[in-house]
């Protein structure tokens, strides 16, 4: 079972960049077909894809956040990290770390996903 943790700060001022973290255990950030997501939901809102970093180290970003979204991995501690600059207000959501994993082949592939229980990001001054 793969268990996914994100950790952070829950306050951050408007024009300062968030920084969270996920910590995988579990798994291996390099085990194949696995794509290693951010995600977040703004109140009142439906859940939005920010980006997402593969088991090869390769990145991907969502086209509306790309020039503020950076992810990045530390296999040594299993962990992934977010970095958005520049938030604003906006910004406040809940965010969510995830792991898509790909198995089998053909028509018997199937992607299991698992969740990180969501952290409370506040943008405010």
């Known amino acids: 079972q793969v268990h996914l943790q994100e950790s952070g700060p829950g306050l951050v001022k408007p024009s300062q960049t968030l920084s969270l973290t996920c910590t995988v255990s579990?798994?291996?950030?390099?085990?194949?077909?696995?794509?290693w997501n951010w995600l977040r939901q703004p109140p009142g809102k439906g859940l939005e894809w920010m980006g997402a970093i593969r088991d090869d180290g390769y990145t991907y970003y969502s086209p509306s956040l790309k020039s503020r979204t950076s992810i990045s991995w530390d296999t040594s501690k299993n962990q992934f990290s977010l970095q958005l600059t520049s938030v604003t207000p906006e910004d406040t959501a809940v965010y969510y770390c995830?792991?898509?994993?790909?198995?089998?082949?053909?028509?018997?592939?199937?992607?299991?996903?698992?969740w990180g229980q969501g952290t409370q990001v506040t943008v405010s001054s």
């Open positions: 579990g798994s291996s950030l390099m085990t194949k077909y696995t794509a």
């Open positions: 995830n792991a898509d994993r790909t198995t089998g082949k053909g028509w018997n592939a199937r992607t299991e996903t698992y």
